[in-house]
Nanobody
């Protein structure tokens, strides 16, 4: 089993930055791929970024160049550094884990087995 706990959300003005954290525990074998997803009201949950074994990283086009995913294995924590935030980044952000990431499927939410409770990010204009 894997447990995930997100933190770091909050309210920020457009152009600002936030860093989300996802503290993971449990079987490391089951969480080699760690992803960040977000869901805005009335919209589907979408993949934002993912990291595989702390090496390969993947990003959605909407955040590429602004967000950075990273991993600290010693702390069992995955981070999402969000810069140049826009109002359209407003959403509940979720951390998720699964066995492996691939370039064609890292964003598929149905393939992730474990989810955190989410942390809210609100960006005002």
């Amino acid at each position: 089993q894997v447990q995930l706990v997100e933190s770091g959300g909050g309210s920020v003005q457009a152009g600002g930055s936030l860093r989300l954290s996802c503290a993971a525990s449990g079987d490391t074998y089951l969480r080699k791929c760690m992803g960040w997803f977000r869901q805005a009201p009335g919209k589907e949950r979408e993949g934002v970024a993912a990291i595989y074994i702390g090496l390969s990283t993947y990003y959605s086009d909407s955040v590429k160049g602004r967000f950075t995913i990273s991993q600290d294995n010693a702390k069992n924590t995955v981070y999402l550094q969000m810069n140049s935030l826009k109002p359209e980044d407003t959403a509940m952000y979720y951390c998720a884990a699964k066995y492996a990431c691939y370039s064609g499927s890292w964003h598929k939410r149905n393939e992730y087995n474990y989810w955190g409770q989410g942390t809210q990010v609100t960006v005002s204009s």
